[in-house]
């Protein structure tokens, strides 16, 4: 999966779901797939801190039954960026449609 997609699906997952753990995460989004995607942590985490590092999720520390776990949310650049990703996504899909066609 290119890391791009794997961005869009990620902050399509934290829209969806609100604010949620990395576990979380990775359930929604095998969960939101039916297990097309069914990625593993070492791929998941990498790349929900990257989105935090170009401010597009935040996190913060939760604790859940004397559980710490990392609580992550979309932020308002991360909702701008969806929408503009889900676009480029849609002319992609759609040249790659009339490609195949």
Known sequence: MAHGHLDLLLLA???RGGPQHGYAVI???REASDGAFDLPE????PALHKLERDGLVQS???SEDG???RVYAL???GRTALVARK????MFRSGVEA???
Do not use: H, N, P
Not at 42 to 45: D, R
Not at 87 to 90: G, H, I, L, N, Q
């Open 13 to 15: 997952v934290l829209r």
């Open 27 to 29: 359930a929604g989004l």
């Open 42 to 45: 070492g791929t998941v985490y």
């Open 60 to 62: 913060e520390w939760s």
């Open 67 to 69: 559980r710490k776990r």
């Open 75 to 77: 932020t308002g650049a």
């Open 87 to 90: 676009t480029e996504w849609a």
């Open 99 to 101: 490609v195949l066609a």
